[in-house]
């Protein structure tokens, strides 16, 4: 019971934090750009020749697809999984980015997946960040992200959902918000996982696990706004998302 009490009051110590931290982000909007000044919409060659028909690939999640934090859409994340697919496949890449900075879970399932049509052969999801700095309920995080993931599945193509990645090293957030919205994000992290789980058919990326750790004593993987990765922290993500996509097209 003690435990119980324990886990529950950190939550919500957690969730007032959280407010805090929604509170920060708001005051300094103006160091977080929502618009990076271009599409993401691209056709990539594998670097070692190739052949066969293009993979059309779909990315969809929030300011991280849709370039923010990248110069170019050629450094941005979906292009960076594109190459690493194509490079591993031998074929072409064709990727679509449909992206929007500030997009939650929710966000995602009702304006980006209704834009998303027929003909894709993979479908990747790179959404959570903002569900964890705005306090989404972790239950309401399981219930949104499970509606998500049907209705992506329902494309026909395979998913691919790389879950919320740590904060640890997001200096635009101080402490110790930082390490509320860090631990919160685990929360919604497992909430992810489970999701995946049960809809079945879905690969689930820890880029917590598989792509976090490579930003530590890597100043220049972060971009200028000190919030969003850089097109060298993109390639971390990238490198974690792309085996999964390869694998998913195998199938």
Do not use: C
């Amino acid at each position: 019971m003690r435990g119980l009490l324990l886990a529950v009051g950190f939550i919500v110590g957690a969730l007032v934090a959280l407010i805090g931290v929604e509170l920060v982000l708001l005051s300094r909007r103006e160091y977080l750009p929502s618009d990076p000044g271009y599409l993401v919409e691209a056709r990539v060659e594998p670097r070692k020749g190739g052949a066969g028909d293009p993979v059309k690939l779909a990315v969809l999640g929030d300011s991280t697809v849709a370039g923010v934090g990248s110069p170019t859409h050629a450094e941005s994340l979906p292009v960076l999984i594109a190459q690493r697919v194509a490079d591993a496949t031998g074929r072409p890449v064709e990727v679509t980015g449909f992206g929007d900075s500030g997009a939650r879970t929710a966000t995602l399932t009702l304006s980006q997946l209704p834009r998303v049509g027929d003909g894709f052969d993979a479908l990747v999801l790179v959404i959570g960040s903002n569900d964890a700095t705005h306090a989404t309920f972790w239950p309401d995080l399981r219930r949104q992200t499970l509606e998500m993931l049907e209705r992506a599945t329902a494309l026909g193509a395979p998913v691919v959902l790389a879950g919320t990645p740590r904060f640890s090293g997001t200096e635009i957030i101080p402490e110790p918000l930082r390490t509320m919205v860090d631990r919160y994000s685990g929360v919604l992290r497992g909430e992810q996982r489970a999701a995946a789980n049960e809809a079945g058919g879905v690969r689930f990326v820890d880029l917590a696990a598989e792509a976090s750790p490579r930003f530590a004593g890597v100043p220049a993987a972060t971009s200028a706004d000190g919030f969003h990765p850089s097109p060298i922290g993109y390639g971390f993500w990238a490198d974690a998302i792309a085996p999964d996509v390869v694998d998913a097209l195998s199938e």
